[in-house]
């Protein structure tokens, strides 16, 4: 999730180090003197630019050991670049110190450009990629996205936000509840098929570029896990939110597109808008803890203020569905608001 590029700099020692490899590195020249933050992660991972020696600029990806590993980035750029996404070239590497210099997509993200005037052709576009990507997945080349590894992200939720954030200790059927919640979620996300997943498919990791659109970052937590992931992290962005009508009719042009390119998903709209919102409140419920966790544990408050929208998703998607209502009443209880109305199916 790329931040501004007023993010905090490196630690002076790696930002040596740095320069020290940049200045070494041959095959690649740069003028290292010219090194600048570009942006920031929510992870441990910083992002400089820099000028390269024969005219326009490159990017360095710091992502410091151990905490880091630039290895994944390197395979899935391999994988993507193969399958026609416009992703970072990889330059140069220094994989044990944790650096890449890459190609430089530019600074213009999706979110930065996206207006009702420029909205249709940018998510068109998106959808187009995200086909591409799908219709070239296959078992076995990217890890799993399985149960066990969707209910760690649900978990982030009753830990950071209810416990952490909220100061919430659940009763033992408060947690029945919520545990139900969880496997029905989990019951329909595991019923999906199951294609690549870019995994934060969103307008802060996809950039504007003059041609290829979009170009993509952020793909090193790729997995092979539910159809509907990055559709629904596309049009029910975190950053920014669209009418729920003009989501419905993207969500329905992306449906349209991948039958037509033959990709396994539900021949019944409704049914695809389920898996569509399950898919959803699995995210946005993991996204809670993460945004909560950011705040509380790493000390970086501007995501605090993008939990209102996640919430907001969280909410309408529950009330819909009969057996995400507990759901609401827990929410409702811990943060002592009045019990919603809403319409079950």
């Known amino acids: ?11 002076d020692l790696r930002q040596t180090q740095i320069v020290e490899w940049l200045t070494a590195l041959s095959t690649v020249p740069t003028l290292p003197a010219t090194l600048r933050p570009a942006s920031a992660d929510a992870s441990f991972r910083r992002y400089f630019r820099i000028d390269a020696a024969d005219g326009g600029t490159l990017i360095v990806m710091d992502a410091p050991p151990p905490q880091e590993d630039v290895r994944p980035f390197i395979e899935i750029a391999r994988l993507f670049a193969g399958i026609g996404l416009s992703v970072p070239e ?38 187009d990629a995200l086909v591409l990507l799908q219709t070239k997945s296959q078992p076995d080349v990217l890890p799993e996205y399985d149960r066990a590894f969707l209910l760690r992200e649900l978990q982030i939720f009753p830990e950071w936000y209810l416990g952490k954030h909220l100061k919430a200790t659940l009763t033992d059927q408060q947690t029945t509840d919520l545990n139900q919640v969880f496997d029905a979620i989990l019951a329909n996300n595991l019923a999906q098929p199951q294609v690549f997943v870019h995994r934060d498919y969103h307008s802060r990791n996809l950039m504007v570029l003059p041609t290829g659109n979009p170009g993509v970052l952020d793909f090193q937590g790729a997995l092979f896990g539910p159809i509907t992931y990055d559709i629904v992290s596309l049009l029910r962005d975190v950053y920014i939110q669209w009418d729920e009508a003009q989501v419905l009719d993207w969500m329905i042009r992306y449906w349209e597109r991948a039958k037509r390119a033959g990709l396994p998903v539900r021949p019944d709209i409704d049914a695809f808008y389920r898996d569509f919102e399950y898919m959803g409140l699995q995210r946005h419920l993991k996204i809670l803890g993460l945004f909560a966790r950011l705040y509380h544990r790493d000390g970086k408050e ?38 919603q109305v809403g319409y079950t199916f």
């Open 1 to 11: 999730m790329p931040l501004s590029p007023s993010a905090p700099a490196l630690p």
């Open 90 to 127: 990889i330059l140069a590497q220094d994989v044990e110190r944790g650096f890449l210099l890459l190609s430089d997509l530019g600074s213009t993200t999706y979110l930065q450009q996206l207006n009702n005037d420029s909205a249709p052709k940018l998510y068109m576009d998106a959808i």
């Open 302 to 339: 501007a995501y605090l203020k993008d939990i209102p929208l996640v919430m907001e998703y969280v909410r309408k998607t529950a009330l819909r569905y009969r057996e995400l209502i507990p759901l609401v009443r827990l929410l409702d209880k811990l943060e002592d608001k009045a019990v």
